[in-house]
């Protein structure tokens, strides 16, 4: 089994939230892990700091720490605003090629979803910034339905990893899926719109889904991380990745992307068709 790490990048800074509920929400949703003791006073702290320094994510720190770790991850990153993503098409071309240049591969976190128009004007304007058409997609919130990945692949997307099932990767027409295994709020807010997990307990969940990937002959393994949570005011966010990341390595897993996961597939199915 191969691992493909990914993060989406749902914010670049507070204040692109001040029409919006999302900063009201966050106030609310941080006092109330602090009065269940899932966080620290430090923490609590760390998560304001944020907010008067007007920064919402760690791309640079995680890039760093991937870099170190022989991660070759995906960034996904939106060109549309919806559902409390609304940074501005400046700051994701800005970071679209900040990415690029430290060698990353960058895809579309993508808004529309049931909407062919909406789906292909977001695939035009991201393959006018990233001067490319070789990229893929994870739509936001991981929202799909019956048409999406036909839309997506009418729209000129390389591979989507939107569908949250224990599958192995399939092709729908030009495009590849690979479906999404393990995602960071899942583990560590389990039942609740807040973290109700410890650290520990996100371990042995995480080790559980990595077992049945393992017994359902998961050949390509992917695992989610928002780059918002590499941050000391999300303790047990960034030490789970961490420690996930080390637990893979002590393990002798390898670590693929999505574009070289490709690769190896297409490979594998013309052998396949040559035998015939």
């Not at 029409?19 to 003791?37: A, C, H, Q, T």
């Not at 720490?65 to 994701?92: C, H, M, Q, R, W």
């Not at 808004?111 to 128009?117: E, G, K, L, R, S």
Request: proline share 1%; charged share 30%; net charge neutral.
């Amino acid at each position: 089994m191969k691992i493909i790490i990914s993060h989406d990048v749902d914010h670049i800074t507070v204040w692109e939230h001040k029409k919006d509920l999302i900063i009201p929400k966050f106030i609310v949703r941080s006092f109330i892990e602090f009065w269940l003791g899932y966080i620290s006073s430090f923490e609590l702290k760390g998560r304001f700091k944020s907010i008067l320094e007007n920064r919402w994510q760690n791309i640079e720190e995680l890039m760093q720490f991937d870099k170190e770790n022989e991660i070759p991850s995906t960034f996904f990153i939106g060109v549309a605003n919806g559902l409390g993503l609304n940074y501005s098409l400046k700051d994701a071309e800005f970071w679209i090629k900040g990415i690029q240049k430290e060698g990353f591969t960058v895809g579309v976190h993508g808004i529309a979803f049931d909407d062919y128009v909406g789906i292909e004007k977001e695939h035009e304007l991201f393959k006018e910034v990233l001067k490319s058409n070789n990229f893929g997609i994870r739509i936001h919130y991981i929202r799909t339905t019956s048409k999406t990945l036909d839309f997506l692949n009418s729209s000129g997307y390389l591979f989507d990893s939107s569908l949250y099932k224990l599958r192995n990767p399939f092709r729908v027409g030009n495009l590849w899926e690979f479906p999404l295994h393990i995602m960071d709020g899942y583990i560590i807010c389990k039942k609740s719109r807040w973290q109700d997990q410890t650290l520990e307990q996100a371990k042995e969940t995480t080790k559980r889904e990595i077992g049945k990937a393992y017994k359902n002959k998961i050949k390509y393994h992917t695992i989610l991380f928002h780059d918002r949570y590499f941050s000391n005011g999300f303790k047990t966010w960034k030490e789970w990745y961490v420690w996930l990341v080390g637990y893979l390595k002590d393990n002798q897993v390898e670590f693929i992307s999505h574009r070289d996961a490709i690769k190896e597939l297409e490979t594998t199915a013309e052998k396949a068709v040559g035998a015939l």
